[in-house]
């Protein structure tokens, strides 16, 4: 007797929209497959604040404006709608079919490493936000030690990595003319495995 062979359904962005606009939980989309975003916990949303609050601040008197994980990036290059904790956009929006909760165009990116790290069968976060053409700067900021990977876009889209451990380093972020401390991004948390 032959057996029955389940396929992957494919979703159309379109079908994803609609689903996701009725959803209880947030899921990015991927090349057609729908992938639940991984909870966050205390640590991740005090980082994601802090993040947050210092760009506003910075960005008080500059065209640069701050979004938290309420707002998709699409990244057409990789067919991906993906949910940033935190993103910055300079100048003036492009969104994703008149859709003002997707945004096409953010020049930095930060994601706080959540309890699984997400992988989209084979392709992780960093290879689908490369996509974005105009991306300057990509942050990694693990919630359980002091660590912030910094990946910044050099020419011919090659990417310099650098790697911080002290809270008295300073991030540089000439993509958007600010510097960002380690010690304002942790500041307050308190790591869950910490003596």
């Known amino acids: 007797m032959a057996q029955l062979q389940m396929g992957t359904y494919y979703y159309t962005p379109e079908e994803y929209l609609a689903l996701e606009d009725a959803a209880e939980y947030k899921s990015e989309y991927v090349r057609g497959q729908i992938f639940p975003?991984?909870?966050e916990n205390l640590t991740h949303n005090e980082i994601m604040g802090n993040i947050l609050?210092?760009?506003h601040l910075a960005f008080k008197t500059s065209d640069c404006d701050v979004y938290g994980s309420q707002v998709k990036v699409f990244v057409s290059a990789n067919d991906a709608f993906l949910y940033p904790d935190?993103?910055?956009l300079c100048?003036?929006?492009e969104f994703f079919k008149e859709r003002r909760d997707t945004i096409c165009n953010p020049i930095l990116v930060v994601e706080v490493l959540s309890e699984s790290i997400r992988d989209y069968n084979g392709y992780n976060q960093f290879e689908l936000y490369r996509g974005v053409e105009i991306l300057q700067d990509y942050l990694l900021?693990?919630?359980h030690q002091i660590q912030v990977q910094h990946y910044h876009k050099?020419?011919?889209n090659r990417w310099l990595l650098t790697i911080f451990t002290q809270l008295e380093s300073v991030i540089d972020?000439?993509?958007v003319d600010i510097t960002l401390p380690l010690s304002e991004i942790y500041h307050k948390v308190k790591f869950p495995n910490a003596e």
Do not use: H, K
């Open 173 to 175: 972020l000439p993509s």
């Open 154 to 156: 050099l020419e011919e």
């Open 141 to 143: 900021v693990d919630q």
């Open 37 to 39: 975003r991984s909870g």
């Open 91 to 93: 100048g003036q929006p």
């Open 53 to 55: 609050t210092c760009f």
């Open 86 to 88: 935190v993103m910055v």
